[in-house]
């Protein structure tokens, strides 16, 4: 049986799960590859760490680079994350001639075209699944399974940690910060969870669906970005009795004034597909010409799902090197000629929070401002009476444009009696 030999470089929590994956399935995987995936180099900068595989030290090495070249490695697997040195350790396994298997969706995200034109001209290719999702196919789904499909709507829930905050926050009524505090007591959470909360994962995973779904690679510029910071568990409570849940979604629209791309916390109402996916899981619901709806769903984060869609991952690169059937997905989407919808121009329902003081005339006055930029109220409700102090108004708009819903924004929130700067959601329904 023919050996084709990987080279691995990060050797974290991920890296370590596709040995122990390697180690335990072995003999199935080479069953159902019809060769054996043998790891020959691991580079890590940290070798000293106890990991549950042993290696040989004669395997072991801190030179990234020395792996990506080295002329024995078939397939190079990169895991450390991040853009620099990533980039530069993809790029010399391509000019080496290498297949290359990696979960990094920044670096996909932000210098995804020249990765694949690299790839274009070497004529070797480079594999994503991990990249969204964990060990949800949703790559190979778009890729493949709609490939004959025009895409219309993409909405994902595409990063555990916020899913994990905001379902707490609606289980249990607790507040963002305690939710915070729990996700990172169990590993769900970073130390610093600043790329989660602010929606800036979620907004590199998007960047990579919607390129597979409408063609050309797109990039993270651009994109109307909102995190979670601001949600209160007041707002989960009021939300809740409107019938909806908040859900961190990237969602990708095409519409006839082009592409939008957006992340954003979302009220989704209760009877969506999306909204009873809870706790880490992700989730990513398409909508296609022919197909209709689909869902994938599934461990979008942790070790075990993570590593299972790179040594999938590495099994479609050994299938191509050991059959000499293609260069599979290396190369970038067919473009559709599809422009950017400004985003000035997304058009949503809205929810609005005001916190202002119960007396006669504030109501209107935010009514007023609102009218003048053509956006209608569909409902409003004021929470509790008080005779001192600011009380919560809700209220859902119709539809509107970002761009007058933004300047209405900035006037309510210069209002006198308005005591703290209006909070918004926006509605998918």
């Known amino acids: 049986m ?45 070798l000293d760490t ?3 595989v042993k290696l040989p030290a004669s395997r072991l090495t801190r030179d990234a680079l020395s792996v990506a070249r080295d002329p024995q490695v078939d397939i190079l697997v990169e895991l450390i994350g ?5 980039e530069e350790i993809i790029l ?19 210098r995804g075209r020249r990765i694949f034109a690299a790839a274009a001209r070497a004529g070797r290719p480079v594999f994503f699944e991990a990249s969204v999702g964990g060990a949800i196919p949703v790559i190979k789904g778009l890729r493949e399974g709609l490939a004959a499909n025009r895409i219309s709507s993409i909405l994902g829930i595409v990063n555990g940690t916020t899913n994990y905050i905001l379902s707490r926050m609606t289980s249990e009524g607790i507040s963002l910060a305690e939710a915070l505090e729990e996700a990172q007591k169990l590993g769900y959470a970073e130390p610093d969870p600043s790329l989660d909360l602010a929606g800036k994962d979620s907004a590199h995973k998007l960047v990579i669906l919607a390129s597979l779904a409408f063609g050309d690679w797109l990039e993270p510029r651009g994109i109307l970005l909102e995190g979670i910071e601001r949600i209160s568990s007041e707002d989960i409570l009021y939300t809740g009795e409107l019938g909806y849940v908040i859900k961190l979604l990237a969602i990708a629209k095409a519409s006839p004034g082009g592409l939008e791309l957006r992340v954003h916390p979302t009220l989704l109402p209760r009877n969506h597909l999306l909204a009873s996916v809870s706790g880490v899981l992700n989730a990513v619901y398409l909508e296609g010409d022919f197909s209709g709806p689909s869902m994938f769903y599934g461990r979008g984060a942790g070790a075990g799902p993570a590593a299972s869609a790179v040594v999938a991952d590495l099994m479609e690169a050994g299938q191509a090197l050991n059959t000499g059937a293609g260069t599979g997905p290396g190369r970038l989407p067919s473009p559709q000629k599809l422009d950017r919808l400004p985003v000035g121009d997304i058009r949503c329902r809205h929810y609005l929070r005001v916190q202002a003081p119960d007396r006669p005339g504030v109501l209107a006055r935010i009514a007023s401002i609102l009218a003048d930029h053509d956006i209608g109220i569909a409902s409003v409700i004021q929470r509790g009476r008080r005779k001192k102090g600011a009380v919560p108004v809700i209220l859902m708009t119709h539809q509107a444009p970002e761009r007058e819903m933004a300047a209405a924004l900035r006037k309510i929130a210069r209002v006198a009696a308005v005591k ?7 509605v998918e329904d």
């Open 50 to 52: 106890p990991r549950s």
């Open 420 to 426: 703290e700067r209006p909070f918004r959601l926006r």
């Open 82 to 86: 991040g853009l620099d040195p990533a």
């Open 92 to 110: 010399a396994a391509l000019k080496a001639g290498k297949a290359v298997v990696t979960a990094n969706k920044a670096v996909l995200a932000v």
């Open 2 to 46: 023919k050996t084709i030999k990987v080279g691995l470089v990060g050797w974290g929590t991920v890296g370590s799960g596709v040995l122990k994956i390697l180690k335990a399935n072995g003999s199935l995987i080479s069953r159902r590859l019809g060769a054996k995936l043998e790891v020959v180099r691991v580079a890590d900068l940290d």
